[in-house]
């Protein structure tokens, strides 16, 4: 069982970071407050809070990447969501006993200074989630 503490961030592809950073500013009222390239995962994100919950633009910056794939298929729009863990590792060894379908068994360094890994939308009703925490320091 995960157990998330709380919903860390929900995942947003769009195909113009600037254009989307511009419109959550200018019409919804929060600001960006960081900026940040995950080159392994070939995308450019943009982070704002609101409230506890953060929203998390994501650019793809190859066209071969997830993002633009998942654009191409879908359209812009939500692409997942973020559970915070405290055991990230644990949870992936649990779900994968319960033979739960991971995209990634082990966790993998994402934005934010994150621990991250994505469970298959197969497994979780169409719904591509994450889980993440904060990276180890060491």
């Known amino acids: 069982m995960i157990n998330p503490s709380h919903i860390e961030h929900i995942g947003i592809a769009v195909k113009d970071l600037e254009t989307a950073i511009s419109y959550y ?17 070939k995308v450019v994100t943009a ?5 506890e919950v953060k ?3 994501l650019e ?5 990447s997830p993002i633009a794939k ?7 729009g939500i692409h997942h969501i973020a559970f ?3 055991n990230l ?5 649990d779900l994968e006993s319960k033979e739960v379908n991971l ?10 200074n994150m621990d991250i890994a994505f469970i298959h939308p197969k497994s979780t009703f169409g719904v591509l989630t994450e889980l993440c925490q904060p990276r180890k320091k060491g």
Do not use: H, S, W
């Open 25 to 41: 500013e200018k019409i919804i009222g929060v600001k960006c407050y960081k900026k940040e390239e995950v080159k392994d995962q």
């Open 47 to 51: 982070f704002f809070k609101v409230g």
């Open 55 to 57: 929203i998390e633009l």
């Open 60 to 64: 793809a910056t190859d066209p071969g």
């Open 70 to 76: 998942f654009i191409e298929k879908r359209g812009e």
């Open 84 to 86: 915070a863990t405290n």
């Open 89 to 93: 590792e644990e949870n992936l060894k």
């Open 103 to 112: 995209i990634d068994k082990k966790p993998r360094k994402g934005a934010e």
